[in-house]
């Protein structure tokens, strides 16, 4: 992975409105209040954020490394 690359991964977030739908359907989910097809895209949002996780820590590992 090169240096811009990693730093590129490193500023990828959801966006401000995905961001404010999962705080909405964690709520949902803590009032136990989720129907099975919100349920579903909670689980995708957080199947994503491992995923971007995943690549930000591989990206951080390339950053570390001397140039």
Known sequence: M??????????????EGDAARIDEL???????TLTSEEEAELEAYINIGDLLAYWQSKARQTLQQPA
């Open 2 to 15: 090169t240096r811009p690359l990693a730093e590129s991964i490193l500023a990828l977030d959801f966006p």
């Open 26 to 32: 964690n709520a949902r989910a803590n009032e136990g």
